[in-house]
């Protein structure tokens, strides 16, 4: 490198923000009134400059044209003009104990008539007028401003305002300040377990784990290890006929839930199937049982495949008048919502798979008259798929109900997907939610080197304000309904998402803006209703004040060992932060999803992995010495600290290097796991509120669950749950196998 270059990189890492003459720019000025950044701060400190053609390629997903200099003039004096002839914005946020006032953009002698219906259908009958006031704005000069009154109750309440023939509506949200910690966890520090619920089978099972397993879990895991919850996978809807997705992350919906996890034999038609039709179901159980006892990876397809006739032999049986009542009670309750997802579905089974090339979804939409005749053409199975969603619903229900019944102070705790698939139901019955020409991601960081683009749309920012972020609001609620506790994978994207336009790598992307103060108070609403609890996924390229803003709003944030260094350093090698420096606001655990188990990340096998995939841009040999040097670290801390005898240390050093004799590696498990509950133990000794455990951890798991920057290169979320020496471990031993029983004791202590 030359001198130049490096002052250039001196110069470069130094920087902190836009110099005065980029800002003046007009396309960085319609950028930024756009709500899309122009720079960031990647996670190594580094400051980046978005590149033009990405701002002008992520403007015109957001319908805004800045093709040339010509079209930047016209977009930003739109944008101005906009904001200025607004009557009242569309989504208006009050917090209660605050003084909250709401804009109206008309002259201050203005004649305003004033509603305001309240969420449960009555009208306030206070005066709304008697809070109107001559408000001066340095922008836009004298105008009305009208005070809410401080006793609205919390929800969500529409206003109309009406000046002469102009009559507007804005969705008023009314929230608490904050998301107050349920009693129980106010009381002391709770621990539970995170686990793949996919991955745990029984002789029940269909190939993979399902409701069934589920509940039996919670159960175990309250009873026999006191966990206070369980964290599970996504369990958002996924394509109604093989070949289905098998990434959790990637849904086709987040209203609904996945069908596939359905237990056929806890239907309660299924005890009184006549004898012909149980056979029936039985051999095509036998047909994918023999799975439940392989290692290998699984058969999702052939799993669904073999179920969904199951499935469709018991919806075809009569149900009893109460179960026909409870089923149409569900209907009305899922509104229209439901029959856009059993459309979409049905239209993937009659008419091909969406991805297809020029396939129905790009031909059709929710008003074509095929759309309509195909409904009228197979109701029935139209209705079998509002039915499994039903019969979900029931599953995932009694699974929290078995959860609280064992004494878990929160019992499940659900994962939110950042976003849905392109092709999915969401999609294409509502393409006004979605914005065009791009998918979400995350530039470079520690998980991936070369950044990632996970193919989801993006909400349209614009849609969700002039919609009162109904469709945000709702999918809370509905994961809330059989929760006690949410985490929002990449909550980042509460505040902003990495939006990639079509044709770009991951890196050239720009990050765009969302209202973060009206998606926590909607958190807040919905959490407060079920006294439930919200964790949000704050790792990776993360700014400062994200986890502050979250710790205000009573979110929790995440913390990870593997990561927690001190001062928050991001160079591997360097000392990790002692238990106490954890936040208390947080979910603390060893590991995540997108880390190997803590023993195959002691043995490094994930560096091999990487290798073998092509996955880093360093070579194998830095890569390797990185991790080892946090190994070191990692263990150092514990041994300083005496939770770890130094003995112990020198033991899996020995034991996990790569000329180490048989001799060296005779305890290598026993090492590893005294290791492994050596830094669980540490967690308990923090000050966070939630402490986690990962159930690949308490079986002795080696495999990797799921390696980002893969979809078919590596059996992602196919992996199913297996101890140290490979051998499947099912549902009913899981709570009895000494492994999990020692590391619950030492998270018990």
């Known amino acids: 490198m030359t001198d130049s270059n490096e002052a250039q990189n001196q110069t470069q890492t130094a920087q902190r923000e836009e110099s005065p003459a980029r800002l003046k720019r007009p396309l960085i000025r319609l950028a930024k009134a756009c709500g ?10 580094a400051y980046v400059e978005i590149r033009d053609e990405v701002l002008v390629s992520v403007l015109a997903s957001l319908g805004v044209d800045a093709s040339n200099p010509a079209a930047i003039s016209k977009s930003l004096l739109e944008t101005e003009c906009r904001q200025r002839e607004q009557l009242v914005p569309p989504t208006v946020l009050a917090i209660t104990g605050r003084a909250n006032n709401v804009p109206l953009r008309c002259s201050a002698d203005a004649l305003v008539a004033l509603t305001l219906a309240l969420e449960d259908g009555t ?6 007028r008697a809070n ?15 005070t809410l009154p401080d006793d609205l109750p919390i929800g969500y309440h529409t206003l109309n305002v009406q000046v002469g023939g102009v009559q507007r509506r804005a969705t008023v949200i009314v929230a608490p300040p904050r998301i107050e910690l349920p009693e129980a966890v106010r009381q002391r520090q709770r621990w539970g377990w995170m686990t793949q619920m996919y991955s745990v089978r029984s002789a029940d099972s269909w190939g993979v784990g399902d409701y069934g397993d589920l509940k039996r879990l919670v159960g175990d895991a309250g009873e026999k290890s006191h966990a206070d919850f369980m964290l599970i996978n996504p369990i958002h809807a996924g394509a109604p006929v093989p070949p289905l997705q098998p990434s959790p992350y990637l849904p086709e919906s987040r209203r609904f839930l996945n069908v596939t ?12 199937l006549d004898d012909a039709t149980r056979a029936q179901v039985e051999e095509l159980h036998a047909s994918v049982a023999e799975a439940n006892d392989s290692a290998e990876p699984m058969d999702i397809n052939a799993s669904w495949d073999a179920k969904r006739q199951a499935l469709w032999l018991i919806f075809s049986a009569p149900r009893s008048g109460e179960r026909e009542a409870a089923f149409a009670e569900f209907k009305r309750a899922a509104g229209p919502d439901l ?3 059993a459309t979409w579905c049905l239209a993937f089974e009659v008419w091909g798979a969406p991805w297809e090339e020029n396939s129905w979804f790009f031909r059709t939409d929710k008003n074509s008259p095929a759309v309509a005749a195909l409904v009228r053409d197979h109701h029935d199975m139209f209705e079998f798929q509002r039915w499994l969603q039903w019969i979900a619903d029931e599953q995932v229900a009694a699974a929290q109900q078995a959860a609280k019944d064992a004494g878990m102070a929160l019992g499940l705790m659900q994962d939110m997907a950042v976003g849905v698939h392109a092709l999915g139901a969401d999609v294409w019955w509502s393409p006004e939610r979605f914005a065009d020409g791009v998918t979400v991601g995350a530039p470079p960081d520690f998980y991936n080197q070369l950044g990632q683009d996970w193919g989801q749309p993006p909400f349209s920012p614009q849609y969700l304000e002039s919609t009162g972020y109904r469709v945000y609001r709702e999918m809370v609620h509905n994961m809330f309904a059989h929760a006690g506790a949410l985490r929002i994978d990449h909550v980042l994207g509460l505040f902003r998402l990495w939006w990639i336009p079509r044709g770009c790598t991951a890196c050239d992307g720009a990050y765009v803006t969302y209202n973060h103060e009206v998606m926590l108070s909607i958190l807040a609403i919905e959490a407060s209703r079920a006294n439930g609890v919200v964790i949000g996924e704050d790792l990776g390229t993360v700014p400062e004040y994200v986890s502050k803003v979250l710790a205000e709003h009573g979110v929790l944030g995440t913390a990870v060992e593997w990561f927690s260094r001190v ?7 360097d000392p990790y932060a002692p238990p106490e420096d954890y936040r208390k606001y947080a979910l603390a655990s060893v590991t995540t999803h997108d880390l190997p188990p803590t023993a195959g990340y002691l043995k490094l096998e994930h560096v091999d992995l990487r290798e073998e995939l092509n996955l880093l841009n360093e070579p194998a040999e830095q890569f390797r010495a990185e991790v080892q040097a946090e190994i070191d670290q990692m263990l ?20 996990c290097a790569p000329d180490a004799d048989d001799a060296e590696t005779a305890d290598r498990e026993a090492l590893i796991q005294r290791v492994v509950e050596a830094m669980h133990v540490m967690l308990r000794d923090s000050p966070s509120v939630l402490v986690q455990a990962a159930l690949v951890d308490g079986v002795g798991e080696h495999r990797t669950q799921n390696q980002p920057g893969t979809s078919w290169e590596y059996p992602n979320w196919r992996i199913p749950l297996a101890d140290e020496t490979g051998r499947v471990v099912h549902t009913e031993e899981v709570f009895e196998l000494p492994r999990v029983q020692s590391l619950a004791a030492a998270l018990n202590r």
């Open 132 to 146: 109107l006031r001559v408000h001066k704005d340095a922008d836009f000069g004298e105008q009305l401003e009208l």
């Open 567 to 573: 001062d928050n350093s991001p160079n591997a090698g």
């Open 636 to 655: 150092a801390l514990l041994v300083s600290r005496g939770y770890l005898p130094q003995e112990v240390a020198d033991g899996l050093k020995a034991a």
């Open 339 to 341: 029959d856009a997802f």
């Open 123 to 128: 009208a306030y009958a206070g005066d709304l």
């Open 36 to 45: 899309v950044s122009t720079s960031y701060i990647d996670q190594l400190g």
């Open 261 to 272: 996890y359905i237990r056929p034999q806890d239907i309660p038609e299924y005890a009184a």
